[in-house]
């Protein structure tokens, strides 16, 4: 059997490791410069109560982009190192970030054992390759990311390093390949298991969805289905969960062979960077040859996020959240017996609101970021929860979850066409959220980013929309000047949470403009770039007469937009005329 030793490095800490929304995210080239992975992930061991780390197994897997094997193998030796017993890995070091959580929360290895927490290689969203993203982030024991408490220690520990711990000579590890490479340490056995994370992905799904209807549904002629992984991790499932359990035909999949720079593409699911699957379902600019699908979804990169189409129809994730929590009971088996409750991100419209009180259902409002969640879940407070970046999930993992968003469309729709599946016409994803706004009302919506934006202009961007506030008269002139028939904003301030579980308080995330007629205007930084600074303006107007909920939402946000751009100063501070990317 291998022996390794353990060698104590010196170093001295390096600037800039502070987790963002979901962990550190940074360039490769910064990730690759000397001890800055190993800083982050000692101080990340440091800041875990030593029972978690000592003799405990733990997870390394991510994504698959660019530096992930490199990364996987340095992980590996810190972890033996560090007193870790075992390490559980991916196949190729792939994982998706919903499957880490689950594998967290479910599985037992071959010794029995249980995993305390996760390091998931991924940057999410961000494009990958030797020039792009790359990013960490740590899972703990219940499956959610890092509460703040923890990633602020984790950040604290940083600033301070000194050391790190390092098992120089145990070889490197084959992950290409399943099985359980064991060795021997200072500190006794250590052990690293390779295993194909999709077996248990899928047998968690089928615990949750009635497969068999699912099934009918993809078998019917009429029904057609398109699936892009953009390149991501979801690729890796989406074969085994939609061809191999579903039927699915292998032509509905699109871009599903996971690559480190995700074919050169931006992996994130929404109307700009997911252009095939748009092209295919009707809604690019130019119209494709042939029958369009019935239904389309994309995944992000680590697969946590989706994105819902139907044939040349758009469902925001807003509404596509409200949607499931107001189908989960007859739909999916899971819900069965009832929601315990439901959540969403402050800047994610009220839709889900409405479902919430027509439901009698419990309800929350959480800063951005999943961690926020998963505390209500733990509570047995919250069953569906989802937000407006594309994140949909429920508390059968602490992660949002791609594939579960799409089996739960899936469902719905299986549900709604159960009698009509030899009929004439099946029941659309267009059709039941026109549906659904019929019964509820329509949440117009609409997100501008302006990405890459100087940090510093964008700091005094939102300093100038916080000192506004103070005077709501002032406001209600501007926008009077530039849009007479906008309400007026009756309350203006910043979003602060206090979790009903813990009591902790998180404050500045976000700045609200909430107007008379219950529209919304919401400015945030996010927490998930890797350069620069990306503002974000969250647009939203309710809409309660069935009348006149079909308009264009772009139209229909046209003043609402107008007065965005003239409090923020936008052009003024950023030199920007237009977004990047408008969702
Ligand atoms: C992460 C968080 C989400 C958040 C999203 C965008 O998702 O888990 O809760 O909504 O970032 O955050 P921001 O607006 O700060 O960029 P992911 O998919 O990037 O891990």
């Excluded at 190993?38 to 978690?52: I, R």
Aim: hydrophobic share 40%; aromatic share 10%.
């Amino acid at each position: 059997m291998v022996m390794f030793t353990v060698v104590r490095k010196e170093t001295t800490p390096i600037e800039g490791q502070k987790p963002g929304t979901s962990g550190l995210r940074k360039k490769v080239t910064v990730f690759k410069q000397p001890n800055y992975l190993h800083n982050f992930v000692q101080s990340t061991f440091n800041a875990l109560p030593a029972d978690k780390v000592k003799g405990a197994t733990i997870v390394v897997s991510g994504d698959g982009r660019y530096f992930s094997k490199d990364a996987i193998q340095i992980i590996i030796k810190m972890a033996a190192a560090n007193g870790v017993k075992c390490v559980w890995v991916g196949q190729n070091g792939l994982m998706s970030t919903p499957a880490v959580s689950g594998v967290i929360r479910e599985r037992t290895g071959a010794d029995g054992s249980k995993a305390t927490g996760a390091f998931i290689l991924t940057a999410s969203h961000n494009p990958g390759g030797p020039h792009e993203d790359f990013g960490v982030k740590y899972n703990m024991e219940n499956g959610g990311p890092a509460p703040e408490a923890v990633t602020d220690k984790i950040f604290a520990n940083t600033k301070i390093i000194n050391e790190y711990f390092i098992a120089e000579d145990l070889p490197d590890v084959d992950i290409s390949v399943t099985g359980v490479t064991c060795c021997n340490g200072p500190e006794g056995p250590f052990s690293v298991e390779v295993f194909d994370s999709s077996v248990d992905y899928v047998k968690l799904m089928k615990s949750i969805f009635d497969f068999e209807s699912i099934q009918k549904l993809l078998s019917s002629p009429k029904f057609t289905f398109c699936y892009d992984a953009l390149h991501g991790v979801a690729g890796a499932y989406a074969k085994r969960i939609f061809v191999e359990e579903l039927g699915a035909d292998e032509s509905s999949l699109i871009n599903c062979v996971p690559k480190e720079d995700f074919g050169g593409g931006h992996p994130d699911p929404n109307l700009t960077y997911a252009k095939e699957l748009v092209a295919r379902m009707g809604l690019g600019k130019s119209s494709p040859q042939g029958e369009l699908p019935e239904f389309g979804a994309a995944a992000d990169g680590d697969a946590d996020r989706n994105m819902i189409l139907g044939k040349r129809f758009f469902v925001t994730p807003s509404d596509s959240v409200a949607i499931i929590a107001a189908n989960a009971v007859q739909s999916i088996p899971y819900f069965a017996s009832g929601l315990k409750g439901v959540a969403r991100s402050m800047p994610t419209s009220a839709a889900l609101d409405v479902v919430a009180k027509n439901l009698n259902l419990k309800f929350f409002e959480v800063p951005t970021g999943w961690k926020f969640f998963g505390n209500l879940m733990d509570a047995g407070l919250c069953s569906v929860c989802g937000e407006e970046s594309f994140g949909t999930g429920s508390d059968h993992i602490r992660e949002k979850d791609g594939i579960w968003a799409v089996l739960a469309w899936l469902s719905i729709l299986a549900f709604r066409n159960k009698d009509s599946l030899d009929g004439e016409k099946l029941v659309t994803v267009e059709d039941i959220v026109l549906q659904h706004w019929a019964t509820y009302g329509r949440h117009y919506y609409t997100r501008y980013d302006y990405e890459n934006v100087d940090a510093g202009a964008a700091k005094e961007l939102m300093a100038q929309l916080v000192s506004l506030q103070s005077s709501l008269s002032d406001v209600n002139k501007m926008i009077k000047e530039v849009r007479p028939e906008v309400a007026d904003v009756v309350e203006a301030d910043e979003f602060e949470y206090k979790d009903p579980v813990d009591g902790s308080v998180s404050k500045h995330q976000g700045i609200r403009y909430l107007f008379a007629d219950g529209s919304r205007l919401v400015f945030r930084l996010s927490g998930t770039g890797s350069e620069g600074a990306t503002i974000r303006i969250y647009i939203e107007q309710y809409e309660k007469d069935s009348s006149k909920t079909g308009r264009d939402s772009q139209e229909a946000l046209a003043p609402l937009v107008d007065v965005a751009l003239k409090l923020s100063k936008m052009q003024e501070f950023t030199g920007r005329s237009a977004p990047t990317v408008i969702t």
